[in-house]
């Protein structure tokens, strides 16, 4: 008779390099590009085969490349979304491919079963902060409020909207006159900025909440060439922390801008690498920590100690 069929033994003690493809928005501010930087880093010091596709800030672009991933037959998938909607269809054909998804610093209006986890910071807790930072700031004085948005139905777009309404609501010295996409970029930044000074008068304009510090830079610059001084005749609260806003912070020409890391890459791998190993289910929403800067911080020597992180 045959003998049993011989159990190959397993063979322990390696993990296979994993090949994981990315799927990157663009390169539309500074952040992105230091969390393009950091989740290369990320990725080598893991021994990671990573598979990078800059989708120039188009969705279409994305779910091309997250279906190419799924034909590749990589081991898991990361996802910067550009919008919260429209990703249930390809979630669904990776979900059936047994690829994990993990969603960097934004979120998607999809059932939770299509993805694993997402790495965001607290996005509403971040337009709270802001909010919060300029009731503080104008002290019950009147003050009128643009707003330039970050791309319109991203899920930083929607959420830090929402927290700063939050943190000024009962407070009717504020208001909040102007809010118009910028799409989180420089050039946009000033544009809007620019038609948003022709159209209240510079004077009345008290302060600026941008979603982004590329778009504060943005402004700062049309509020210059507009003969007006950017931090002070307009106060400027914004969010990221780049290099270049703790400059501005240190120049006198912003007032605020709230961190949000570039390492969402980290934690994103962590939770990837332990999933495909034995199955570990992480938490769905892993949160990093915001932190508020001020003049009042030591600004020169932060931008000193993050200027070479990749921006
Ligand atoms: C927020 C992130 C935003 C950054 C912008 O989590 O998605 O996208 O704040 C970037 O700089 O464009």
């Known amino acids: ?16 390099d994993l090949t994981i493809g990315f799927s990157q928005i663009g390169s539309e501010s500074g952040w992105r590009a230091a969390e393009t930087t950091v989740t290369k880093q990320q990725a080598e010091e893991r021994g990671i085969d990573l598979k ?12 091309k490349a997250i279906r190419s991933f799924i034909a590749q037959g990589v081991d898991g998938i990361l996802i910067a979304p ?23 610093d934004r979120t998607v209006d999809a059932p939770e079963d299509l993805y694993l986890t997402a790495v965001t910071s607290d996005l509403v807790h971040e337009g709270n902060v802001a909010g919060q930072w ?22 930083p777009a929607i959420d830090r909207k929402t927290g700063f309404e939050q943190a000024i609501k009962g407070h009717d010295n504020l208001e909040i ?7 989180f970029t420089r050039s946009q930044g000033k544009v809007v900025m620019e038609s948003f000074l022709k159209a209240e008068g510079g004077a009345n304009i008290c302060a600026l909440y941008a979603h982004n510090d590329d778009m504060a830079v943005g402004a700062i610059q049309a509020i210059k060439e507009a003969g007006l001084k950017p931090g002070t005749d307009i106060k400027i609260v914004s969010i990221d922390a780049v290099p270049d806003a703790h400059l501005a912070l240190a120049n006198g020409e912003m007032n605020a ?8 890459a980290g934690p994103a791998l962590d939770a990837m690498e332990a999933y495909l190993a034995d199955g570990t289910m992480p938490a769905k929403w892993i949160q990093t920590e915001s932190k508020l800067y001020t003049a009042k911080d030591d600004n020169q020597a932060v931008y000193e100690m993050k200027k070479d992180l990749g921006y």
């Open 134 to 155: 300029l009731v503080d700031e104008v002290a019950g004085a009147d003050c009128r409020i643009v707003e330039l948005q970050g791309t319109t139905g991203s899920s």
């Open 1 to 16: 008779l045959l003998a049993g069929v011989v159990a190959l033994a397993p063979v322990a003690g390696f993990a296979a």
């Open 82 to 104: 550009v919008v919260a909607t429209g990703w249930d269809e390809v979630l669904e054909e990776a979900k059936d491919a047994d690829i994990p998804v993990v969603l960097l």
């Open 257 to 264: 801008t709230i961190e949000l890391t570039p390492n969402m």
């Open 52 to 63: 990078f596709a800059d989708a120039q800030q188009k969705q279409e672009n994305q779910i």
């Open 177 to 183: 006159v102007r809010s118009q996409t910028g799409d």
